[in-house]
């Protein structure tokens, strides 16, 4: 297929009334671009080509990314209802936003750049609502959307009881500013916050903390039960040896809410079955070395012998050189924060954590009826979010994109059943 520019022509999508939406999407955060024709562009390319695998004649739903300058020139420019005409006219169906990268996703070294600007800061504020009162209209009538986040930044420096307020009222003040949306236009659109290894907010415990603590303890708390959420990375959560299911049991008995599940899956480094084999040991050694990128942060955790979290490194190459060596081998798991096709279970001798979306998916199922805030505790947004797929190895790469995404999306649905 041609590459298709923001400026193609493109005919309506007749679209069958018999024939139901996709139940879910993907992020297109793994498309490269921070222009909106860019982003335009993109959908045509690669999200129009999976729709016609998945759903021929019905909508796909989309997980769109639009950088800071992007979403604002959208608004700017007074072209947000033209957006979501074009949206309709293309068959995909907004619902969900990844407000975690605000510059450009795609740089030739991304890093920690992805946490800038943090919480503390009133830019981050801005793009946020400006997500905001985009999604809310493009949302079809009576819709429900979601805009993921990061767990207020990378601890550069310490953050302290200060700092962490100062994160909580940017947020509560987006959370008064959805609840006007909702009271204005009766479609309601709620922050997820997103917990990532070695962020300030990394963990189940970490993220219960901060909600309950700065979140739940004032005067907003209402607003902040409704609007504000947890964004549920299964590849985050499974890079810290997390229970999937102790987690999410962990944030309903707290009353938060789950505005968006990422699926996703990580690398998974089964040490402990080679002890004693030196051949298989420098041969997974060799494999995971091919996961050494310079694009992302891939930080990497070992397992304790009691099954929990053992340390902690930002980056796979400090794994590499601090632990592992021709001469000592590691006896425990270690997990790489690095999204794999989700479809893989076993490549070589690594594997992955697919297992996890299983589980969690079960968890999600049992109680997708409860309601929290008096809304439903999970809004049922999945969104299929593997980015990685233009830095994998050779071994898991695709030679079509698109094929591989919608090969994502099928697999996916055929956990939910």
Not at 136 to 152: K, V, Y
Not at 276 to 303: C, I, V, W
Request: glycine share 6%; aromatic share 10%.
């Amino acid at each position: 297929m041609s590459e298709a520019s923001a400026s193609t022509i493109v005919p309506p999508v007749p679209i069958s009334a018999d024939v139901a939406d996709y139940r879910f999407g993907y992020c297109t955060n793994v498309h490269a671009g921070t222009s909106l024709a860019e982003a335009r562009a993109n959908l045509l390319r690669y999200a129009s080509v999976v729709r016609q695998q998945v759903v021929p004649s019905g909508r796909l739903p989309v997980g769109l990314w639009l950088s800071e300058p992007a979403a604002m020139s959208l608004i700017e420019q007074g072209e947000v209802h033209g957006f979501r005409d074009w949206l309709h006219e293309h068959a995909f169906l907004p619902y969900t936003f990844n407000g975690f990268p605000q510059g450009d996703f795609h740089q030739a070294v991304v890093k920690h750049a992805v946490y800038e600007p943090t919480w503390t800061c009133d830019s981050r504020t801005r793009y946020t609502l400006c997500l905001a009162e985009i999604l809310e209209a493009i949302l079809p009538d009576g819709g429900l959307g979601s805009i993921s986040t990061l767990p207020l930044g990378w601890p550069h420096a310490p953050w302290h009881a200060e700092t962490m307020k100062t994160a909580a009222d940017n947020l509560l003040e987006v959370a008064k500013f959805l609840d006007r949306l909702a009271q204005l236009h009766g479609r309601e659109v709620v922050v997820a916050i997103e917990a990532e290894p070695g962020c300030v907010l990394s963990t189940a415990e970490e993220m219960v903390e901060f909600f309950e603590h700065y979140l739940f303890s004032g005067p907003d708390r209402d607003l902040a039960r409704r609007y504000l959420t947890v964004c549920h990375d299964i590849c985050h959560s499974g890079v810290m040896f997390e229970s999937q299911t102790e987690v999410l049991d962990r944030y309903r008995h707290a009353g938060m809410r789950i505005g968006k599940v990422q699926v996703s899956s990580a690398v998974h480094v089964p040490w402990d079955n080679c002890i004693g084999n030196p051949e298989r040991q420098a041969a997974m050694a060799e494999q995971l070395r091919s996961f050494d990128e310079p694009k992302y942060l891939h930080q990497t955790a070992e397992q304790s012998g009691a099954g929990g979290l053992k340390w902690l490194q930002a980056d796979l190459p400090a794994a590499l050189q601090r632990y592992l060596s021709a001469e000592s081998y590691p006896s425990q798991p270690w997990r790489v924060h690095f999204h794999v096709p989700i479809f893989v279970d076993q490549f070589g001798g690594l594997q992955t954590t697919q297992a996890d979306i299983a589980e969690a998916t079960r968890y999600l199922q049992q109680h997708q009826s409860e309601s929290s805030a008096g809304c439903a505790w999970f809004t049922g947004h999945y969104e299929v979010e593997t980015y990685a797929w233009p830095v994998l190895p050779p071994e898991l790469a695709e030679e079509n994109l698109a094929s591989g995404i919608a090969r994502e999306l099928q697999y996916f649905q055929s956990i939910l059943g």
